[in-house]
């Protein structure tokens, strides 16, 4: 089983809600990431969780705050966010330290407009 | 600095005949390749990877891959389309010897449009 589950699909908010984006995996992965996709692009990394530490933030605004509660669930804080930042949001899982095995599992995403 | 190129942003291909997306790399040290699809409003879905060994790698829905280290390219390809394969492929490379994160650079994606 190689699944990954976000919730909600779909999230529509103002730019002064406080909203989450939830991920689950239950594949043993303990490398889990988030990323931002535009329409026909390729997604662009935004944090990297390895053993629930948080490993790689690409200079993300603090308007996102991930969590990684524990190994199986990863979450997403937005709070005050911009138009421009209605986007598709991925989260992906891997093994992690075992490099032949590090392949990314993506969840379906949440499709999130921001008015 | 790593980069991945898909030099065609679409490639259209009837039912029934060969399918090839293209990728070519530029990278410091040895390459992990990996191709994903994404269907409309879809999650990236993993078709195959190459990390050493054969360097013909035979991944999921009848697609396979050849790794070029010469010509540092890893084409994509489908004896035979069909329709359902319409889809966006990424193209995307890591190098562990100077990446400790998993990060994955992708290319910048071909639309594969396959008519009946």
């Known amino acids: 089983d190689t699944e990954v589950t976000q919730t909600p699909k779909h999230l529509v908010m103002g730019m002064t809600n406080k909203k989450s984006l939830k991920c689950e995996q239950h594949m043993g992965h303990r490398a889990m990431y988030w990323y931002k996709q535009k329409a026909k692009k390729p997604p662009e990394l935004m944090f990297v969780y390895s053993y629930e530490k948080l490993s790689i933030n690409e200079s993300v605004p603090s308007r996102f705050s991930p969590e990684c509660p524990n190994s199986s669930l990863l979450n997403l804080h937005l709070h005050a966010l911009q138009p421009e930042d209605s986007a598709l949001y991925l989260c992906?899982?891997?093994?992690?330290?075992?490099?032949?095995?590090?392949?990314?599992?993506f969840g379906p995403g949440t499709r999130l407009l921001v008015l | 600095a790593q980069s991945v190129a898909q030099p065609e942003d679409q490639v259209n291909v009837a039912e029934g005949n060969p399918l090839t997306v293209k990728c070519t790399y530029s990278v410091s040290g040895n390459p992990y390749l990996f191709w994903y699809v994404q269907y409309p409003n879809r999650g990236l879905q993993f078709l195959l990877k190459?990390?050493?060994?054969?360097?013909l790698v035979k991944g999921s829905y009848g697609f396979e891959a050849e790794f070029n280290k010469s010509q540092t390219s890893f084409h994509l390809k489908k004896p035979s389309a069909l329709v359902s394969d319409s889809a966006l492929y990424f193209c995307a490379v890591r190098v562990p010897a100077t990446d400790s994160w998993g990060k994955l650079q992708f290319g910048a994606g071909t639309q594969v449009v396959v008519t009946p």
């Open positions: 190459y990390i050493t060994g054969d360097n």
């Open positions: 992906a899982s891997s093994h992690f330290g075992q490099a032949t095995k590090e392949t990314q599992y």
